[in-house]
């Protein structure tokens, strides 16, 4: 059994999200796109054993803020009948798919949602409870300001906001009610139990976590939480050591003494009270024992609180999968949730993490364990299977997800295309799923000139944008453009050599009839290659002297021997020629050039795809 789908309303920076999901599942994508805010969303759904308690009541900040004020502005608009305004709620509803025997199918039992049983679903609300909401609106109005006649527009605005900002919203009347099925029943607490969540949250403080004495501290919750009698080898010691210490006859018998002679001459005996005394430990139950035991981890025996930050992480996550292992035998539903694993962990570790994640036995999918996991890390998510990656992303300021896969279909080309994607999706490429927009391109040259060349162009940098260059390393744009084309609906352009009067010279125009559309533009190079286009362009003045500076330090010995080609319009075959040979090192010299006061004019082919991707916010 596995939650297959999550539709979110309302929540935080979410305001109306459905995503599908798998028994094992990476989330990726740019920040801030909500990530962080579904994990938390399951959380109201699911009990998190280890984690705390939990509470779902929420606040005013758990409301989606565009919410809120599109709320308080009909509050305050007259305009729109008190009996018609809609108070917001948040809800989140889980779909639980794929149950694999009788535990599973009892747990559910009540909370199908069609006929054949194949599906349940569980539903969290956080709704007002006011019964007559007419009425509160009404109220409300009656106290607000009212704007006067005859205002200036400016004045008008700043008196509306006034207006707005004096609706209070009413928190205080919100509850949440958990409901299943399609009947909409309310499960009780016993019902709801052996849903279980264990969330290993990005905001991690594990050298805290990791000692366990407080009952507030991870190490410590984990192991209160086996049953007491596998602690029966810790009593059995302490008893032991309370023994000792009150029928020894060392150091702790001869102060014993002591003090009792001490009272023989201060205090009296009594009928009921002899002056006698003995040491023990006090508090030596399991629960003060657990209290006292801290981790260490390596060779030499080390306190977590002096290991580095990645180490104490990678003991965090240990320590939380260890308890997910132990209770692997119970009958219950159990989702581990990873967020950002690769915290203070080198990219080698990611790797590593990443690889066990797809082939270890405690994540396959007989482990009866849905794992999700969310991710900012090119190395996590160029190294864990495409089929269950899923990318979110924005859209016109509405969340999508994708997966990256989807839509490429199982015949031959669409196979060739998944084992290409699958090869070449490196963490250098990878990148193109924490981006808002992209731009393809054919080789290192472009890579290297390229984001110079945005840069004087719009006058800030590719980062600033959320634009990323990625090389595909050839001409196989295809493989990267059937993602894009098939759900990840993000701008992106193509700079491709038109390789115009060669055998290949149908490959851009076919490239370009095929995937060209309102989030896909192929741009096609006038002359035949990157370069040459470079030297067209700039084949007289201040660009002219940029490409003699940039060759002159590129190949010094043919310079010379070309050196009077710069005294008139260059041609293009003849200067090509000369660094044909050297496309990278030429590149970073006139990476060098490009940063220096001078003009340098820029094919229009490269500016129209900088237009495209990134003009709306020119």
Request: proline fraction near 3%; hydrophobic fraction near 35%.
């Amino acid at each position: 059994m596995f939650i297959s789908n999550l539709c979110v309303t309302n929540y935080r920076s979410i305001k109306n999200f459905s995503i599908a999901l798998k028994p094992k599942t990476l989330i990726i994508g740019e920040n801030n796109i909500g990530k962080t805010n579904l994990l938390s969303a399951l959380a109201l759904l699911l009990n998190n054993e280890i984690g705390g308690y939990r509470k779902r009541s929420l606040s005013l900040e758990d409301f989606n803020y565009d919410v809120l004020q599109e709320f308080k502005e009909n509050v305050a608009d007259i305009t729109i009948k008190s009996e018609d305004l809609i108070f917001p709620t948040i809800t989140i509803n889980a779909t639980f798919s794929d149950f694999k025997n009788e535990d599973e199918e009892a747990i559910v039992s009540e909370w199908y949602d069609n006929d054949t049983h194949s599906t349940a679903s569980l539903k969290y609300s956080f709704y007002c409870s006011i019964s007559n909401k007419t009425k509160w609106v009404e109220s409300v109005r009656e106290k607000l300001i009212t704007i006067p006649a005859g205002l200036p527009p400016e004045d008008i605005e700043k008196e509306q906001r006034s207006r707005i900002d004096g609706v209070d919203f009413p928190i205080s009347d919100y509850k949440y009610k958990i409901e299943a099925g399609r009947g909409n029943i309310k499960p009780d607490s016993f019902q709801l139990e052996p849903l279980k969540i264990d969330f290993l949250d990005a905001l991690r403080d594990a050298k805290t976590e990791l000692s366990a004495s407080r009952e507030n501290r991870l190490l410590y919750r984990i192991l209160n939480n086996r049953d007491n009698a596998k602690y029966d080898d810790i009593k059995a010691s302490a008893d032991a050591l309370n023994k000792s210490i009150s029928e020894g006859d060392g150091e702790l018998y001869d102060i014993k003494n002591d003090i009792s002679e001490l009272l023989e001459m201060l205090s009296l005996e009594t009928e009921s009270s002899k002056n006698n005394i003995n040491f023990s430990f006090s508090g030596l139950g399991v629960t003060e024992l657990l209290k006292k035991i801290s981790l260490e981890y390596g060779d030499k025996p080390i306190a977590v609180e002096n290991n580095g930050l990645g180490r104490n992480n990678l003991l965090y996550m240990a320590l939380v999968l260890s308890h997910i292992q132990e209770k692997s035998g119970v009958p219950d539903f159990r989702l581990v949730a990873i967020e950002e694993p690769e915290s203070h962990i080198s990219p080698v570790l990611q790797k590593h993490f990443a690889e066990n994640i797809e082939n270890s036995e405690f994540f396959n999918e007989s482990s009866n364990r849905q794992v999700i996991l969310t991710s900012h890390s090119t190395h996590i998510s160029s190294y864990l299977n495409l089929e269950n990656t899923v990318v979110m992303y924005s859209d016109s300021g509405n969340f999508r997800s994708h997966y990256i896969l989807d839509g490429i279909e199982d015949n031959a080309a669409g196979k060739k295309t998944k084992n290409y994607l699958n090869k070449w999706l490196c963490a250098t490429n990878s990148v193109m799923f924490f981006s808002r927009r992209l731009i393809f391109v054919e080789g290192i040259a472009e890579k290297i000139i390229l984001p110079k060349l945005f840069e004087l162009h719009f006058g800030t940098t590719l980062e600033k944008k959320n634009c990323q260059i990625i090389n595909v390393n050839g001409v196989a744009f295809r493989n990267f453009l059937e993602v894009v084309n098939n759900g990840y609906y993000i701008k992106s352009a193509v700079l491709t050599d038109s390789d115009a009067n060669t055998k290949t010279g149908t490959r851009a125009p076919g490239l370009k009839k095929d995937y060209d559309s309102d989030n896909i533009l192929v741009s096609i190079s006038e002359q035949t290659t990157f370069e040459k286009e470079l030297i067209s362009n700039n084949s007289t003045g201040q660009g002219r002297t940029k490409l003699k500076n940039t060759i002159k330090s590129t190949r010094p010995l043919k310079f010379k021997e070309i050196e009077n080609d710069f005294t008139s319009k260059l041609k293009v075959d003849d200067i090509f020629s000369v660094i044909e040979g050297y496309k990278s090192e030429f590149a970073f010299d006139l990476l060098g050039e490009l940063g220096k006061p001078g003009d340098f004019i820029i094919p229009k082919y490269i500016v129209d795809a900088f237009d495209f991707v990134c003009g709306d916010e020119k």
